[in-house]
């Protein structure tokens, strides 16, 4: 099965409104990263948490690495917060002073008009 | 000023054919990074590596080669392309700084083999 499972696959929310999406993990992760699809397809970097909470503008994510899930809470959704949200959970391949990411296969968020 | 580049943006290429994908990174970064991402998959890594010189498998490498020749450029290489490896390449950079391995995403590469 998947390490990552990520839900809801697809969501929409009214303007003003907000939602949490969830990453379970099958395995310990050492740290996980979200991430914003925007429409032109770019990636942006949202959050990286090896541990606890963190918070960016109406944007709030957790990492619960002992119960293996991390969250992240858009609350006041707006028009630029439309696009693909992935989440992707770290792990360290010995002896090379890199990491791997595993991504969840994303949440598609639309704002309903 | 963007900090990892990829080129071509789209590229065509026929089955049987070469295709090499290119990406450059001005973050001075240790670790670089191949993923293609399908519909209903996410984004699935390829080949990475940890500096010049190395590259390592990574969850889906079969098909593809890597090559490590700088720090700066990192490079994807079918030698015979398929139908099935039509996708979006994304290049990555990143390092560990202050216990973090944050991954920075270049702008991707449409590749559609016929």
């Known amino acids: 099965g998947d390490q990552v499972e990520q839900s809801p696959s697809a969501l929409s929310l009214h303007e003003g409104t907000g939602s949490a999406l969830r990453c379970n993990f099958t395995?310990?992760?050492?740290?996980v990263q979200w991430f914003q699809q925007n429409s032109r397809g770019s990636l942006i970097n949202l959050f990286y948490?090896?541990?606890g909470t963190k918070e960016n503008g109406r944007l709030k994510s957790t990492f619960n690495s002992k119960e293996s899930y991390s969250t992240l809470h858009i609350r006041d959704a707006q028009l630029e917060d439309s696009g693909t949200y992935f989440c992707?959970?770290?792990?360290?391949?010995?002896?090379?002073?890199?990491?791997?990411?595993?991504f969840g296969k994303g949440t598609k968020f639309s704002l309903i008009p | 000023e963007a900090a990892v580049t990829q080129s071509p943006r789209n590229k065509v290429a026929v089955t049987g054919g070469k295709v090499t994908l290119s990406c450059n990174q001005t973050?001075?970064?240790?670790?670089m990074y191949w993923y293609r991402q399908d519909t209903g998959h996410g984004l699935r890594l390829i080949h990475y590596?940890?500096?010049?010189?190395?590259?390592e498998k990574g969850d889906i490498p079969d098909g593809y080669k890597a090559s490590r020749p700088s720090q700066e450029n990192f490079s994807l290489i079918l030698e015979l392309a398929t139908p099935s490896q039509t996708s979006v390449y994304f290049c990555?950079?990143?390092?560990?700084?202050?216990?973090?391995?944050?991954?920075?995403f270049g702008p991707g590469t449409r590749l559609t083999v016929l």
């Open positions: 990555a950079s990143g390092e560990k700084r202050l216990g973090a391995y944050e991954q920075y």
């Open positions: 395995t310990t992760m050492r740290a």
């Open positions: 948490l090896a541990s």
């Open positions: 992707a959970a770290e792990t360290l391949p010995p002896g090379t002073g890199s990491n791997r990411l595993t």
């Open positions: 973050n001075n970064h240790n670790n």
């Open positions: 590596s940890y500096g010049a010189g190395s590259t």
